[in-house]
């Protein structure tokens, strides 16, 4: 869709000098009927057979029929459902109690009795951030590309990751092409490769350091798949004669975890970018994938990837994990390892900094870290560098995204949390050469909550992932009240005209 003309534009007079909001008038909402094919199971294996069970004693005419009807209801809804049908079929296959040859048309309809539509925005479609997409063909000068991710979050309030394209055109249009119908999740690759010294350097981290997973480890190659894994294992379980100790069985169940968490996912490229969606597929992330901030890398070598931090979240603990894409087809999912990978809100720089990895994080629920590594995957270094001081942000201080590369240094929005819960964005800025030193700082919000912002599934709440300069612009995706998703755009030259010293 091409948004409208923007709305007024509100001037913030309480920094050092006044600052032009122009929020856009183009809210994207949740939307119900984005559903997606996922596995359904009725219980465990026992009831899982009894439904089988049932199915195995219709009659095939009774089953065509079914079939049919099913496939009428939905395959207007889904792309390729019968080939998910038996897909599914095999996956449950072990449930039946019989070995005799079926019908297709049977196991098809098997398959369908295991699968559900899941409503993937049914809750909210908000916290998004924005990065230049890889495909810059076919624009007219001064125009950009970009890809808008989002927090999506369906029924049991899981969050997964989707996305959206658009272009920021030459005159400063904003414009956000509609979303296709289908939505596909990626397969996974099976045969990934892990790197030894990598995985052993993790584990050492989660203290999974007994004589068990070193012999585990000694039969694997410097560079081995899942299946290798898997087969060292069980060898290692089978050699010993008296059985697994209770901390050899904890400690190949934490090796097996942290495999599991470490996993490629591979889109086809037929698929348009608005259908990929990444769902929770670990134990980590079992109940969501929280506010991904996305960030367009540039190697040392001039060469570029996209990272996201993320927080995986399995019902009681938060993780921060990492993701990384060279074209958001192919997916590598890593765990984040070391004392400082903890808490919510770690937002990587889009390059080294004297040849190490730069991040912010939010350690203590409250002040502003940084930290450097010379590993992406192991963070240990933390240096507090900013804490709360002014009323809308003395209960918590976090980022909203990562730092933007300015030639008067580097620009951090914020968010800050005040009286009455209320979320604002801010900004902040981190000397370019050493951003250890913060060489200004907004005294009032850059955004707050309007009275058309404040209600919504947690009400008083604006906040973004991730913003994107353009011809001197800031142009800021930022959801509304954790339901919906705003933009709002700002001159880069007055936000950094209104910061004062620190």
Known sequence: MTIPSLLPTKTLLMNAKPIHIRRDSTILRPDQSRVLLRPFSPGDSQRGSSVIARIMALSEERVGALLNEVCDDF????????????????????????????????????????????????????????????????LRAGALRFILSLRA???????????????????????ILPPTGFLTEPRQIPNSLYEKGLFERKLIELGLTREFTRRVLRKLGDMFALDELRASLQAEQFRLLDGMTQEDQDEAQGTWMLARSNYEVQFQPEQELSERIIFPATPSQRNGIEDARFVHFRNEDGSHIYYATFTAFDGKVVMPELVETPDFLSFRFI?????????????LFPRKIDGRFAMLSRQDNENIYLMFSDNVHFWNEREEILKPMFPWELVQLGNCGSPIETDKGWLVLSHGVGPMRQYCIGAFLLDRGDPSKVIGRLREPLLKPNRNERGGYVPNVVYTCGALLHQGDLIIPYGIADHATGFATVKLAEILAAMRPE
């Open 75 to 138: 395959s207007q809804r889904h792309q390729h459902i019968r080939s998910l049908f038996l897909e599914r079929f095999a996956q449950v296959r072990d449930m039946l109690q019989t070995d005799e040859e079926l019908s297709e048309q049977r196991r098809l309809l098997i398959g369908s009795y295991f699968l559900a539509e899941y409503s993937l925005e049914s809750a909210a479609l908000f916290n998004p951030s924005i990065v230049p997409h890889p495909d810059q063909t076919g």
């Open 153 to 175: 979050t369906g029924e049991g309030h899981v969050s997964s990751i989707t996305f959206r394209t658009g272009i920021l055109h030459a005159n400063h249009k904003i414009e």
């Open 335 to 347: 765990t984040l390892n070391g004392p400082a990978a903890q808490n919510k809100g770690m937002a």
